[in-house]
């Protein structure tokens, strides 16, 4: 059973900046992309921001420029840094693998930002 933990969500300000991290309880060059969705309250869950093995990397119009994912195979973590956090990014952040055939999620951490 694979399990992701996620961690470092909690209340930024307004301009402020987060990392958040998810531990991986297998390696995770055994998944094809690794990747950081979030979902608002009332919203869908959406796509934040996702890396492939080979270290390619795909962002939400919303964070680019903003967002960095980042990966250490070693460690089987992946990160996201947040930088000029905004109260429209305030959601649950959910981490993600995808194998061919199946999709894992972890359990989500909240950000909150206050304006």
């Known amino acids: 059973q694979v399990q992701l933990v996620e961690s470092g969500g909690g209340l930024v300000q307004a301009g402020g900046s987060l990392r958040l991290s998810c531990l991986a309880s297998l390696s995770i060059l055994s998944f094809r992309t690794m990747g950081w969705y979030r979902q608002a309250p009332g919203k869908q869950r959406e796509l934040v921001a996702v890396i492939t093995n080979d270290g390619s990397t795909n962002y939400a119009d919303s964070v680019k420029g903003r967002f960095t994912i980042s990966r250490d195979n070693a460690k089987n973590t992946v990160f996201i840094r947040m930088n000029m956090l905004s109260p429209e990014d305030t959601a649950v952040y959910y981490c993600?693998?995808?194998?061919?055939?199946?999709?894992?999620w972890g359990q989500g951490t909240q950000v909150t930002v206050s304006s």
């Open positions: 993600n693998a995808a194998s061919m055939f199946n999709n894992y």
